[in-house]
């Protein structure tokens, strides 16, 4: 049984930061690429980051670029998402998801994910 687990998420003031961690299980994690995407209350989900299943390559929606850092560490079969610098429009339940793919790209798009955590709230005071 596949099973993603979002964990970090918290209440936190506009300009800190969080470390969001998803830690997988059931899946060889190596061989999936791996995004974080969100959702604002009212909004759909959106697309946030994503990593290749090498590690080479990684992916940014336009609205956290050089704010948040995704990465991935194999040997612990989690994905990160490091933010920073922290919006309250970066307000929302932050979900990780695993697609299997091969290659050195990943998809910023949700249709192409086929796994999903159950997701981690983060809400930013300002």
């Known amino acids: 049984q596949v099973q993603l687990v979002e964990s970090g998420g918290g209440l936190v003031q506009a300009g800190g930061s969080l470390r969001l961690s998803c830690a997988a299980s059931g899946l060889t994690f190596s061989s999936y690429a791996m995004g974080w995407f969100r959702q604002a209350p009212e909004n759909e989900r959106e697309f946030v980051a994503a990593?290749?299943?090498?590690?080479?390559?990684?992916y940014y929606a336009d609205s956290v670029k050089g704010r948040f850092t995704i990465s991935r560490d194999d040997a612990k079969n989690t994905v990160y998402l490091e933010m920073n610098s922290l919006k309250p429009e970066d307000t929302a339940i932050y979900f990780c998801a695993g697609d299997y793919r091969g290659g050195t790209l990943a998809s910023t798009s949700q249709a192409s994910y086929e796994y999903w955590g159950q997701g981690t709230r983060v809400a930013v005071s300002s």
């Open positions: 990593i290749s299943r090498n590690g080479r390559n990684t």
